[in-house]
């Protein structure tokens, strides 16, 4: 959930946090964490309902439709059936990406080669400003 914020920026939103509600934080974070809580909890029941309604095991995770049809629905010879006209043309399209990827490097390789062996000045092809 915060794999984007850096330790300064976690700080800087503590710090907020302390200014906005001063002697009312740890309870504001008790009141927070007891809703984590209960959502928790609430979850682990509506799955187990599932559960005993539908006579499988049904995990947090397999409440996402696709993953519910995979899991439930569709034998594994289903899912080979309907993956295999794609397969081949995921392998062409990464194997078309993968190259165009090879020749990009390839040119940017180039191009750093060929602009540290020369001056900068006749890399442009022009004169040098007087200073």
């Known amino acids: 959930m915060l794999d984007n914020l850096n330790w300064w920026e976690?700080?800087?939103l503590l710090?907020?946090?302390?200014?906005?509600?001063?002697?009312r934080l740890p309870t504001v974070i008790n009141d927070g964490l007891r809703m984590v809580r209960n959502l928790r909890a609430m979850a682990r029941n509506a799955t187990g309902?599932?559960?005993?309604?539908l006579g499988t095991d049904i995990q947090l995770e397999d409440l996402h439709p696709k993953a519910f049809i995979r899991k439930h629905?569709?034998?594994?010879e289903d899912e080979q059936a309907i993956r295999k006209p794609l397969q081949s043309v995921y392998d062409n399209l990464?194997?078309?990406v993968t190259g165009v990827h090879n020749e990009l490097k390839d040119v940017a390789n180039a191009v750093d080669l060929r602009s540290n062996g020369t001056r900068p000045g006749a890399a442009t092809g022009g004169a040098t400003a007087p200073a």
């Open 10 to 12: 976690i700080a800087a």
């Open 15 to 23: 710090l907020l946090a302390l200014l906005i509600f001063g002697d």
């Open 49 to 53: 309902d599932l559960s005993r309604e």
């Open 73 to 76: 629905l569709l034998s594994e």
């Open 94 to 96: 990464r194997s078309d």
